[in-house]
């Protein structure tokens, strides 16, 4: 990023040499040379191409990496950060802990075959649960997705960007961590 940076600096600094010509002591300007002249004419120096850098490309220019499954926590993060950028927002961090939550989370939904914030027959948020051991006001999102087709990591981000509490949770100045969890078709990201 700094080299990049550093390069914009130096082609916005970067003059252009025109040749000049000068006047004779008569006022008129000098013949070129000619041909068996003992001086040969200076060169004309041609100025270096102002170097352009390759813009980072961006994850709506990727559309492959994407849209390939299965879906992958690094593709997810990387969907998510580029809408908070978008929104003036820093990027979350991957926090291992939470993608131990989160695994853990993915794994008993897939184990237990269902798909809620609840464990099947009890009333409390057994992922939040988890997590409290790492962070005070942890948020969990969860997706399941339908495999082939539709079990890719741009389909997970825009599933949770299309729901209110979701998008609220990813777009969130509070959160500052993430970590993720993926197990069969089931997808759960936690926050802090």
């Not at 690094?74 to 927002?89: F, G, H, P, T, V």
């Not at 989370?105 to 184990?111: H, L, P, R, V």
């Amino acid at each position: 990023m700094t080299l990049y940076a550093r390069n914009i600096i130096q082609s916005r600094s970067h003059r252009r040499v025109q040749p000049c010509r000068r006047k004779t002591t008569n006022g008129q300007l000098p013949h070129p040379q000619q041909p068996g002249n003992s001086q040969q004419p200076a060169p004309n120096p041609q100025p270096n191409p102002t170097p352009t850098p390759n813009p980072q490309p961006q994850p709506a220019d990727q559309d492959k990496k994407y849209d390939v499954g299965p879906p992958d926590a690094s593709e997810i993060l990387e969907l998510i950060n580029y809408a908070r950028s978008k929104e003036n927002l820093k990027p979350l961090e991957m926090y291992e802990p939470l993608n131990q939550t989160a695994q853990l989370m993915a794994n008993d939904m897939k184990e237990n075959n269902y798909f809620s914030h609840y464990r099947p027959g009890t009333t409390t948020p057994y992922g939040l649960l988890k997590v409290m051991s790492v962070c005070r006001a942890p948020a969990e999102n969860q997706v399941q997705t339908s495999p082939p087709n539709l079990h890719t990591s741009r389909v997970a981000f825009n599933a949770w960007m299309q729901s209110s509490p979701h998008r609220q949770s990813i777009m969130s100045s509070t959160y500052t961590l993430t970590g993720f969890g993926i197990a069969g078709n089931k997808i759960v990201e936690h926050f802090c």
